[in-house]
């Protein structure tokens, strides 16, 4: 069985840092692209970072550009995201996910909750 | 890159079909045709019910199919029943700088 198990959420003011992790199992994770994405309180969903089987590639919507980093560490089956800079408008539920250009984003965890506030 | 563009909200009573709509451009549905489909009931994470744009997991019924036209992707429900309340959100693959767009969802009721 596929799990996503994400971690790290928490409250932190405006400018502070946080990392975020997502540990995966049931799947060969090394042959997975993984995505972060973000869902703010009563809103939609947006694509955050997305990060290669082998963590070569790396890709970035604008909104995050600069500020956050996605790393992997497949001999652990872990996928991060390092986010810096944090703003009120980044404050959301983080999702992790499996990913594949034709296949979309085809197993989730169940989310963990950033606030940024002072 | 903007979102791509659905209804807020739709409604159908149990029995029909109804067909969501999500309007991208040239640069992303219409270039590429990798759209993807979700599903999210309140307090869940979302599920995937349709990728390459027609294309269903495994587990996933039959009533719920997609398609593309031009610039539009569409989701097709039929044979709505209670349990098909949720928000749905389409996705579109649109290359490698800008990766992937979401609609910004559509709410469906059944009434």
């Known amino acids: 069985e596929v799990q996503l198990v994400e971690s790290g959420g928490t409250l932190v003011q405006p400018g502070g840092s946080l990392r975020l992790s997502c540990e995966a199992s049931g799947f060969t994770f090394s042959k997975y692209a993984m995505s972060w994405v973000r869902q703010a309180p009563g809103k939609g969903l947006e694509w955050v970072t997305t990060?290669?089987?082998?963590?070569?590639?790396?890709y970035y919507a604008d909104s995050v550009k600069g500020r956050f980093t996605i790393s992997r560490d497949n001999s652990r089956n872990n996928v991060y995201v390092q986010m810096s800079s944090l703003r009120a408008e980044d404050t959301a539920l983080y999702y992790c996910a499996t990913s594949g250009v034709t296949t979309g984003f085809e197993y989730w965890g169940q989310g963990t909750l950033v606030s940024v506030s002072s | 890159q903007s979102a791509l563009t659905q209804p807020a909200s739709m409604s159908g009573s149990p029995g029909q079909s109804i067909t969501i709509s999500c309007t991208g451009t040239s640069s992303d549905v219409g270039y590429y045709g990798l759209v993807s489909w979700y599903q999210q009931h309140p307090l869940k994470a979302p599920k995937l019910i349709i990728f390459?744009?027609?294309k269903r997991p495994s587990g996933v019924s039959n009533r719920f199919s997609g398609s593309t036209s031009g610039n539009t992707a569409s989701l097709t429900i039929s044979g709505l029943q209670a349990e098909d309340e949720a928000d749905y959100y389409c996705c579109s693959y649109a290359g490698s700088n800008s990766f992937v767009v979401f609609g910004g969802g559509t709410k469906l009721t059944v009434l």
């Open positions: 990060i290669s089987g082998n963590g070569g590639t790396t």
């Open positions: 390459g744009a027609n």
